[in-house]
């Protein structure tokens, strides 16, 4: 890590692809794809390679995170959207981060709750086109509203 002040104003501690590879846990061909889908920044020296700020490494914890978690890589782009590549971000930028992603959470805790309880005996969503569920989808009423899951994937598909 180096602390410059380079030709397009990158000031601060950056780093190479190889080093945010081995400090964020990615390989390095992670990094680039996180950079191809607009996830992450960088910017090139006058020998062509690239530098990333180290605002880089919160960055890939972050969508490392959400992918275990499930969050699509659109909705972690969506969220990281307004925060800056060129800097750590600051409370203002995070309370508003954490506010993007709660109702997404939130509807997430739901429907995983949802499949827990569920799942031991019939899931009650009309994907397996069940003809008779007393408990959850009598008369197949579900399964006459189109294939796939109905109870736990809420709104229209």
Known sequence: MVEVDDEQGHRGAVLTVGEVARRSGVAVSTV???????????????GNQRRYHRSVLRRIAIIRIAQSAGISLAAVRAALDGLPHDRVPGSADWKRFAGDW????????????????????????????????????????????????????????
């Open 32 to 46: 680039h794809f996180y950079e191809t889908k607009g996830l992450i920044e960088s910017w090139r020296t006058g």
């Open 102 to 157: 709660r109702d997404l959470l939130d509807g997430r805790i739901v429907a995983l709750l949802q499949l827990r309880d569920q799942i031991t005996s019939c899931i009650g969503c009309g994907c397996l086109s069940l003809e008779d569920c007393p408990l959850r989808n009598s008369d197949d009423q579900l399964g006459k509203s189109g294939p796939g899951p109905r109870r736990l994937v809420p709104g229209p598909r």
